[in-house]
């Protein structure tokens, strides 16, 4: 029988794990409600955030507040670029070629990363000194703190900016539409622009807050963007904050599991409840039944 | 064994509705359409009709209702069975398979008039080719009749916006189907070209086939349909033959409310 | 009247090709590299028929191919079955994998099928690493009897090319039957609009679970016979890249074309062969062919070969009209 402790502890550590595969799917989820892309390269824009903090800091010795703060920003760029070289050029192609390119892209990263950055593992320091804090017989690593506060900052942020501000509200009207959108004057193309800068935006972020606790690597981006895309399905494609919701809840699962089943297949986890989903809850546990479209 | 219902009730529904969450899209649609015959279906933007075409086609599920083709229980089956039953349809935003040529459009249009299965296509058996060579045939004479047949071998997507949706038509007819619904087909023509398909509706009626159709062309409908129905915010609101439906002060209104 | 001699000729030029291909070859190496382009080529084909034909997308493909090598090793090593039992079982438990993770991803329309396949792909990339007692973990499972029909073993590699090869043919006549059949144009009206194909009463969930199941089975294939021919299985080889590695010769050779899937195999086989120097960047590579086939050649090198061809018959043509012209003056 395990102790409440232990599960606690699970608990505590696959939460904050799962706050980056959260954020990865509310990646995903914004490029798909707004250019109808799912984008398999999501999970290198995890990928880079912590790789690009980790080197920013040791080969350019920049600070920490700041080497972090600057990945994120380097990756939303890349993001942008991404867009505007790749997928732009192409638009109005089938959703395969779209999947397709996407795919090469995530290789192309990837490939690029470990060219430049070789194959070994990376650790980033804390945010913040000081030793686990004891939480009713768990130990609460002050990361996991950084980790909880800045994904809820960054949720409740992109929450403001789709409710409350013009150009978020625009974006949501091209995903139920985006025909009738640009007949309104909404620039889409921007639009989809913006959707790749946010979405590489979140990812770096649940990068560089997680790359203190797992290590990164230059292919670590696979896992997180497919574990990213499973928190999409338990939360809903369609629904942002689901997604998010889903991401933490897959991570307790995996924690669970690693913990109370085994830990050789804790990555199977995720996957084993995607396809469970898929075939018995398809629109998520947040969404509504899903109407059939022409 | 389904009794033969009465010509006028030869393709009709009742009682059909469809919600949108808390919005109606149709409440309480019926029709009748009489065997052979052609029956279009008007009304102002939003009114229901690609939603009664969607929901007679099994692309949605009603919430009620019922439709039947020529005794045939309809309501309730996924496309591809409605299409099994005899009903057929074309897009108001064309839907070619443009990774085909013209032809190869109008041979998978009569899918379901070739009988031959796995075995006989994986080991060519003569049935494979006996069946081919008559769906062949079918497909030129349906180009044929739309007049597309010079251009059987084009890829389908080089040809220009008028003549896809006579292809559109032609893949249609190759289903030999016993109703064909048609979703705008006039949309996007210019002066001469909606004449010419007027005519070919016409031929289409001719060939025993039960034509229902959704347009916004007011004098292409009134001049070549057997019956309007007209419908306004998912209702019927009049149902009669042109000259019926044109006098009918409740329709003036539902018109001059939209003011296009 | 014409084409069709010239397609019989074909035919016929592809058999006299693959027998006569190893007495012109330099030395048995490339015997070797040429079982494994066959081994793609079964591949590559099968997946084309699901991505190239029904425009769906599997990323975990290396997972059938791997499923089936292992089952069928396990089985002749583990329990000594015969080895023609073993392969039955192992294409019957890919394809029978291949059903159950159809049914759910294309239920829906959409990507479904490229995720679930992808993540499927790491689940057996996982068990075949952890199941160690079973499947021998990451160093591998060793001691694969040789392919054997009826007592005859087909031991030397020159046999093995040309059993493996007569696969490659048999799978890809049948693959050309099927394309040029109600069910290939059902697929491919699949590829581009499923809602027009299924108002024309085409079973669309139940067409794509057939070629879904029907690619595994011939990546099924591929495994076996790779399971028998190297005699040695290990994770390695059923990865995620191996998955890319296919999606990339499918791309590469042409979209919706056979004829395409054996070039692009053949090519990605041969390419490291010729380029050593893209051994540690591979993967770079099939990101940079993706992409840029994707945006640039959506036909792949078959559209690109037949526009070749095409222009210097043309070419051919003026030139023997000019002679023409020139001598009837």
Redesign the interface.
């Known amino acids: 029988m395990p102790t409440a402790s232990a599960l606690l502890q699970y608990v505590i550590s696959g939460a904050t794990v799962g706050s980056t595969y959260g954020l990865a799917a509310l990646g995903f989820t914004v490029i798909y409600n707004t250019a109808g892309i799912i984008n398999f390269a999501q999970g290198e824009f995890v990928m880079l955030g912590g790789m690009l903090a980790v080197f920013a800091l040791r080969w350019g010795g920049v600070p920490l507040p700041l080497a972090v703060p600057l990945a994120v920003l380097a990756v939303t760029v890349v993001g942008i670029m991404v867009n505007r070289v790749t997928i732009r050029p192409v638009r109005g192609r089938s959703p395969l070629t779209l999947i397709i390119i996407t795919i090469g892209v995530s290789i192309l990263l990837r490939g690029g990363a470990m060219l430049i950055f070789g194959k070994d593992t990376f650790a980033l320091p804390a945010f913040s000194g000081g030793g686990p804090i004891q939480v009713g017989g768990a130990a609460l690593l002050p990361q996991s703190l950084w980790v909880f506060g800045i994904t809820l900052l960054t949720v409740l942020g992109m929450k403001f900016f789709f409710e409350h501000t013009l150009t978020g509200k625009a974006m949501l009207a091209c995903s139920s539409d985006r025909k009738a959108a640009s007949l309104m004057g909404i620039h889409v193309d921007f639009m989809v622009t913006l959707s790749f800068a946010f979405s590489a935006f979140v990812g770096a972020v649940g990068g560089v807050i997680l790359a203190p606790i797992t290590l990164t690597a230059y292919d670590a981006g696979i896992l997180l963007g497919l574990k990213g895309f499973a928190a999409c399905i338990l939360g809903g494609l369609g629904n942002p904050f689901g997604a998010v919701i889903g991401g933490i809840l897959l991570g307790i699962l995996e924690s669970l599991g690693a913990g109370f089943i085994s830990s050789g297949y804790k990555d199977a986890v995720a996957f084993i409840i995607m396809l469970g989903l898929l075939f018995w809850r398809p629109s998520g546990l947040f969404g509504g039944s899903q109407a059939e479209r022409v | 064994m389904s009794e033969r219902p009465h010509e006028d009730m030869y393709f009709h529904g009742s009682g059909i509705s469809l919600r949108f969450g808390g919005v109606a899209a149709l409440s309480e649609v019926g029709f009748q359409v009489r065997r052979n015959s052609l029956q279009a279906i008007i009304g102002p933007n939003g009114a229901g009709k690609t939603s009664l075409f969607n929901v007679i086609t099994g692309f949605y599920r009603m919430d009620e209702g019922d439709v039947r083709l020529d005794g045939d229980l309809i309501s309730g089956l996924p496309p591809h069975l409605v299409a099994r039953h005899g009903i057929v349809r074309t897009f108001q935003n064309l839907e070619i398979f443009t990774n085909m040529t013209v032809i190869e459009n109008v041979l998978t249009g009569g899918h379901l008039r070739v009988g031959y299965g796995p075995l006989d296509f994986f080991f060519r058996t003569p049935r494979f080719f006996r069946e081919e060579r008559k769906l062949r045939e079918l497909a030129k004479e349906c180009l044929d009749f739309v007049g597309l047949f010079e251009r059987r071998d084009l890829p389908a997507g080089q040809l220009p916006f008028g003549s896809q949706r006579l292809l559109e038509i032609a893949r249609a007819l190759a289903a030999e189907p016993k109703a064909l619904l048609l979703d705008e087909p006039a949309a996007g023509l210019n002066m001469k070209e909606t004449a010419a398909l007027g005519e070919l509706i016409r031929r289409i009626i001719d060939r025993g086939i039960t034509v229902v159709m959704v347009e916004h062309d007011m004098n292409l409908v009134m001049r070549i349909s057997d019956r309007i129905m007209v419908l306004n915010s998912g209702r019927v609101i009049a149902d009669g033959t042109p000259a019926e439906v044109r006098e009918n002060p409740t329709v003036i209104a539902a018109y001059l409310g939209e003011e296009e | 009247m014409k084409s069709q001699v010239l397609r019989n000729n074909a035919w016929l030029l592809a058999f006299a090709a693959v027998a006569a291909l190893p007495l012109v070859l330099p030395n048995d190496y490339y015997l070797t590299v040429l079982i494994v382009g066959g081994l793609y080529t079964i591949l590559s084909i099968g997946l084309n028929l699901l ?1 190239g034909y029904a ?3 599997s ?1 975990g493909h290396a997972a059938f191919y791997g499923l089936s090598a292992y089952t069928t090793g396990i089985l002749a090593v583990t329990y000594q079955w015969p080895v023609w039992a073993g392969i039955l079982a192992g294409l019957a438990l890919s394809s029978l994998v291949s059903y159950l ?1 159809a ?3 294309l ?2 329309r ?3 099928l ?3 396949t ?3 792909g ?2 057996v990339f ?2 075949l ?2 199941a160690t007692s079973v499947t021998g973990g990451p160093s591998g499972f060793t001691g694969i009897p040789k392919l054997s029909i009826g007592g005859k073993e087909f031991s030397s590699d020159l046999e093995y090319y040309y059993v493996v090869w007569a696969a490659v043919l048999l799978l890809f006549a ?1 693959s050309r ?2 394309v ?4 290939g ?2 697929l ?2 699949i ?3 499923e ?10 969930q139940r067409y794509k679970i057939f070629v879904f199941v029907l690619s595994a089975f011939y990546a099924a294939v591929a495994g076996v016979l790779y399971a028998h021919y190297v005699t040695f299985v290990s994770p390695g080889t059923f990865g ?1 890249p191996t998955s ?1 590695l296919l ?1 990339t010769m499918v ?1 590469l050779g042409g979209m ?1 074309s056979l004829w395409g899937a054996v070039l692009g195999a053949l090519f990605l086989t041969l390419l490291p062969e010729w380029l050593r120097a893209i051994e540690h ?1 591979d ?2 590579v ?6 840029l086939c ?2 640039f050649l ?1 036909g792949g090198l078959a559209e690109g070969a037949q526009k070749a061809w095409d222009a210097s018959l043309s070419l051919f043509r003026k030139k023997g009209a000019a002679a023409e012209e020139g001598g009837g003056q």
């Open positions: 991505m425009g769906q997308a990323l993770i049914v759910p991803t239920k829906l959409g990507n479904y490229a995720m679930g992808l993540g499927f790491v689940i996982i068990v690493n952890e049948l039957n099927l040029r059949s109600r069910m144009r059902a491919r009206a590829h581009t609009s809602t027009a194909a299924s108002a024309l009463g085409v079973d669309t995620f890319i999606v791309v919706a960047f993967i770079l099939y990101g940079a062919i993706l992409v994707m945006m959506p």
